[in-house]
């Protein structure tokens, strides 16, 4: 490929649309880790059950809640 | 990464950009795909071999299909979760 090729607004369209959903892709996974370590707790069955589905949701939205306490913490300490 | 390579049946030798850009899409899919089996494994090793014996029993490797299934249930909920928040 041109290497020029490299600066065009086409290819850079694409690599900033794949860096977004490489960023929402770990933050999926990484949410998913964290509440399934927190959530499901047994030996997984053959479905959740209601209550560790809804765990799963909230935990996602709580973390969710979390991080932008933190952020909001962290940007009044200077 | 050297799998980056034009279409044999080109005629010239440069990777076209939209060539590149299947290759990257294929190459991500495949390194999210790794990353995922990779996770599951741990995640499913520790839920279902606990005391790993001489060979795998019938029960873990059935634990190990419902922990397999459940985990791919689990990232649809919460990716579910993390939309809906975006109101």
Known sequence: MDPSALNSPELQHFINQEKEKAMVNEMVAKLTTVCWDKCVTGTPGSKFSSSETSCLTNCAHRYMDMSLQIMKRFQNMH | ?87
């Open chain 2, 1 to 87: 990464m050297d799998s980056f390579s034009s279409p044999s049946s080109g005629s010239s030798s440069q990777l076209s950009a939209q060539d590149f850009m299947g290759q990257l899409k294929t190459q991500l899919a495949q390194a999210y795909a790794e990353e995922f089996l990779e996770t599951v494994r741990g995640k499913c090793f520790d839920k279902c071999i606990t005391k790993p014996g001489s060979s795998l029993s019938g029960s873990e490797s059935s634990c190990v299909s419902r922990c397999v299934d459940r985990y791919i249930e689990a990232t649809g909920i919460i990716s579910k979760a993390l939309f809906s928040m975006q109101r």
